[in-house]
């Protein structure tokens, strides 16, 4: 099955930091725009970053403007995100998926390969 896994999430302090990993299992990276999106409790799921993997251009979502890089290690075919000063609104599962471009982004019916998911919790 096609799909990506997500890992690196956890409990965090408010302050704290995380990087957030996203394989794919049975395909590559290459040619794709790779999103990240999370989804908090009884809300709406929502971008986060996404990045263009063959030439690294990104676009961000403004509600975490300057916490949160998004990044590609080409050799280990991976996506990260770093989220930096992490606050209790930011508890959410932590998605990513791949779409055609980042244009695209953050119209999520345009993006695909959804993994399950990591569980992201922000508490003092």
């Known amino acids: 099955q096609v799909q990506f896994v997500e890992s690196g999430g956890g409990l965090v302090q408010p302050g704290g930091s995380l990087r957030l990993s996203c394989a794919p299992s049975g395909f590559t990276l290459d040619g794709h725009a790779i999103a990240w999106f999370r989804e908090a409790p009884r809300r709406a799921r929502e971008g986060v970053a996404c990045?263009?993997?063959?030439?690294?251009?990104?676009t961000y979502a403004d509600l975490l403007q300057g916490r949160v890089t998004i990044s590609r290690d080409n050799a280990k075919n991976t996506v990260y995100l770093q989220v930096n000063n992490l606050e209790p609104k930011d508890t959410a599962v932590y998605y990513c998926a791949t779409g055609a471009k980042c244009e695209y982004y953050p119209i999520i019916p345009l993006f695909a390969n959804w993994g399950q998911g990591t569980q992201v919790t922000v508490s003092s």
């Open positions: 990045i263009n993997y063959n030439d690294g251009t990104t």
